[in-house]
């Protein structure tokens, strides 16, 4: 079933609002580095949510691994690499463009999502281990200069819900019949959309 013009701007526009709007930028803290424990795992379990293109990323990894008839063990890797990213960051290792290398890599996801691609293991863990990282170092922006126990605590919360929601987004996909369902055609679309929206901004800001 073909997505309407319709539905295609109604995507577009939710897309640009979001990536716009400075409240999605930043974690749970408004922006301010967490100082306590729980106000680490609090900002580690908000900001992949508030940031949609990290959202994106992430069920788009699960949803993949399905179509692939792969283990869900594959979103681990995703999650893994993404915390190796947040330490690259912390490590003060520079990675250049990484905000547009963050929404090329969700635009990827997304359209692999809609072509219903099954890729084989060991590319599927290339591509999540790097994306993973590349999200992971622009994560970890947010979480420089905190206190030890604020930053553990963020780091666990960021790994717990990368792994729930990309987990989910794997076993919804099982049960539905991945490749067949229309409703992946429309997640396959706004992932791509909300990848190419970060991608614009992040190449606009470098002009």
């Known amino acids: 079933m073909a997505v309407s013009i319709k539905r295609l701007v109604g995507l ?21 580095l967490p100082e306590t424990f729980l106000q680490g795992l609090l900002s580690g379990l908000g900001h992949p949510v508030i940031g949609l293109d990290h959202l994106g990323a992430i ?15 594959l979103v681990l890797v995703f999650s893994a690499a993404l915390i190796a990213g947040v330490g690259i960051h912390l490590a003060k290792v520079d990675i250049p463009v990484s905000e547009l290398l963050v929404g090329l890599s969700t635009l990827a996801i997304g359209a692999l999502v809609m ?27 947010s979480i420089v ?3 030890a126990s604020p930053l553990i605590a963020y780091l666990v919360g960021l790994l717990a819900i990368q792994t729930l929601i990309g987990a989910a987004a794997y076993a919804l996909t099982v049960r539905i019949g991945g490749l067949r369902s229309v409703g992946l055609t429309a997640a396959g679309l706004l992932v791509v959309l909300l990848g190419g929206v970060s991608a614009a901004l992040a190449a606009s800001a470098l002009i």
């Open 12 to 32: 577009s526009a939710l897309a640009m609002f979001i990536a716009q709007s400075p409240a999605f930028a930043h974690h749970v803290m408004g922006g301010q």
């Open 145 to 147: 200069g905190a206190e």
């Open 115 to 141: 072509l219903r691609r099954s890729i084989g293991p060991a590319t599927a863990a290339a591509l999540f281990a790097i994306a993973g990282l590349l999200h992971g170092y622009a994560l970890g922006e």
């Open 59 to 73: 069920v788009g990894v699960g949803v993949l691994a399905a179509i692939a008839g792969r283990s869900v063990g």
